[in-house]
């Protein structure tokens, strides 16, 4: 069992940043896909970004790409979203989540789940 708690959300203006956290515990990280994910009020969880422990692999949706930076700390087992040149369409709840296996950015292919970071976009 993995636990993870999501920290760092707020309210930036267009054009800023932000930097998610989320602390995980539990098993062994060993072979362990981590992930975030978004939910826009009346839309569906979205795929944001996905991170294979061992090797520090990422990988990114489109819509992202280049502005969000996934990374994480082995030591202190915590996972991070770097937010650059925000924009009101990243207004979401951000979710940290992990599975064993593949790279996948199916959300319901997920384990484990944080309790989710309000990140509020501002034009």
């Known amino acids: 069992q993995v636990q993870l708690v999501e920290s760092g959300g707020g309210l930036v203006q267009a054009g800023g940043s932000l930097r998610l956290s989320c602390a995980a515990s539990?098993?062994?990280?060993?072979?362990?896909?981590m992930a975030w994910f978004r939910q826009a009020a009346g839309k569906e969880r979205e795929f944001v970004a996905v991170?294979?422990?061992?090797?520090?692999?990422?990988s990114y949706a489109d819509s992202v790409k280049g502005r969000f930076t996934i990374s994480r700390d082995n030591v202190k087992n915590t996972l991070f979203l770097q937010m650059n040149s925000l924009k009101p369409e990243d207004t979401a709840v951000y979710y940290c989540?992990?599975?064993?296996?593949?790279?996948?950015?199916?959300?319901?292919?997920?384990?484990?789940w944080g309790q989710g970071t309000q990140v509020t976009v501002s034009s």
């Open positions: 539990g098993r062994s990280f060993s072979g362990i896909i």
């Open positions: 989540a992990g599975r064993m296996g593949s790279f996948v950015s199916a959300s319901n292919l997920y384990d484990y």
């Open positions: 991170i294979r422990w061992s090797s520090g692999t990422t």
